[in-house]
């Protein structure tokens, strides 16, 4: 069976209210889908930034914080993550798109500037926690939601796009913190969420459509169409597993990278002004990288290309390694950024594409539910590599192996969609 090809026909009926058809956008349709990228950007955001303090948070608060400590904090909000990416996407699917999304950011931006006031470190952990599971819910719902608002032709490009506001937000949060952090302490950093909840969440009550992806009809069919269940059973079960291991590795890479870079670039000499400009050049790479895996992904597909990018952020993570020159330093970190967020824009493009619309919602859940676990892994596997006195070099090798798995499995993904394939043409 073709998976692809069989999941289309639903996925054109998925949402006949936004008048989307294969020659353009209606307006109405583009400024939904600019409203979900603004609180993806949110969302990015409030993902670094815990990055772009921990330093402070270690030397400043009185919290008796240490490394392995503070990576332990900085996977609370990936807890959340997973916690809210599998029953969000699942929620997306059965109570409609909209209503999660709303609901996601105004959890996510509520508990995030409650962090500002927090008096000690469990209190900020169970905030970032319970942040996290509004960031974990919104950026499946909002792909769900996307890939039923654009044309089916420009689907892997638009989803690959919206990702860009992950690591544009990680951008904001490092371009604020140069001059914030010195000037008024740490809070300040987590008041920024303000924004979200007054300006961006009324945007979405009024621009965002209500969509409820179809359920088949008859007898238990019906009961069977949507759930985790679906995902789990011919003919996506190996599928599923691929995808979200890949997702889990990805993101291990990622999500380690955009928690610990400052930190490590601190302790390998720089002052926090210059540590902070190579998070920049991390995620500056990561919004280039959405912009060409965008492009590349339409012309070479999504998962030939992804396997690309994660081979290249593995190189590049290597590169880091052998102490090259800082101008070496800030290219090969556009690279690594390049690759591992480019990896997996990828991986939702190709997951959006790869399910039909009534599990589109939960199969994204499921990917990057599963895959954060490599979120909640990578802050406290760079803490506890340091702890060990195992040097910077020991996280870089780790987020390098990491980079480099992710490529495997989705070589394996391909190899499977492609048997599939072939198995569908031949039954015709």
């Not at 719902?141 to 490009?157: D, G, H, I, M, Q």
Request: aromatic fraction near 8%; include cysteine; charged fraction near 5%.
């Amino acid at each position: 069976m073709n998976h692809t090809t069989s999941a289309a026909a639903p996925q054109r009926m998925a949402a006949p209210t936004s008048g989307a058809g294969l020659s353009g956008f209606p307006r109405r349709s583009v400024l939904a889908v600019l409203v979900c990228w603004l609180l993806v950007v949110f969302d990015g955001y409030d993902l670094i930034v815990y990055g772009t303090v921990q330093g402070s948070l270690i030397s400043d608060t009185g919290w008796g914080l240490t490394k392995a400590t503070a990576g332990t904090i900085g996977s609370m909000a990936f807890v959340g993550m997973m916690i809210g990416a599998v029953f969000a996407g699942r929620m997306s699917d059965t109570w409609g798109r909209r209503r999660t999304i709303i609901g996601c950011a105004i959890v996510f931006s509520a508990f995030t500037i409650l962090c500002a006031f927090a008096p000690n470190a469990p209190v900020f952990g169970g905030l970032r926690l319970l942040a996290g599971i509004g960031l974990g819910g919104l950026v499946p719902s909002a792909n769900a939601l996307v890939a039923e608002l654009v044309p089916e032709k420009w689907r892997s490009t638009i989803a690959t796009l919206m990702m860009s506001g992950v690591p544009i937000g990680g951008s904001l949060a490092a371009l604020v913190g140069i001059p914030l952090i010195p000037a008024f302490g740490w809070p300040i950093m987590f008041l920024v969420a303000v924004v979200a909840l007054v300006v961006v969440i009324p945007l979405g009550f009024r621009y965002l459509p209500e969509t409820l992806a179809p359920k088949t009809t008859g007898g238990s069919t019906a009961k069977e169409s949507v759930g985790f269940g679906s995902l789990l059973r011919a003919p996506y079960l190996g599928t599923s597993l691929l995808f979200a291991i890949g997702t889990l590795v990805t993101l291990f890479a990622w999500y380690g990278l955009g928690t610990w870079l400052p930190n490590l670039m601190q302790l390998a000499g720089y002052n926090l002004g210059s540590a902070l400009t190579f998070a920049l050049a991390l995620n500056l790479g990561a919004v280039a990288g959405s912009v060409l895996t965008a492009w590349a992904g339409t012309r070479f597909g999504p998962i030939p290309t992804a396997i690309a990018a994660a081979a290249v952020a593995a190189v590049a993570l290597v590169v880091l390694v052998s102490g090259p020159p800082v101008a070496v330093v800030y290219f090969m970190l556009v690279l690594a950024g390049v690759g591992t967020h480019g990896t997996q824009c990828l991986i939702i493009a190709a997951v959006a594409s790869h399910y039909p619309a009534h599990l589109r919602g939960t199969a994204l859940g499921w990917a990057l539910g599963v895959g954060r676990i490599g979120a909640v892994a990578a802050p406290q596997a760079g803490g506890l590599l340091l702890a060990a006195g195992l040097g910077v070099n020991s996280n870089f090798l780790a987020f390098a192996g990491a980079a480099a798995a992710a490529a495997v499995l989705l070589a394996a993904v391909g190899i499977k969609i492609k048997k599939s394939t072939a198995v569908g043409v031949s039954n015709v």
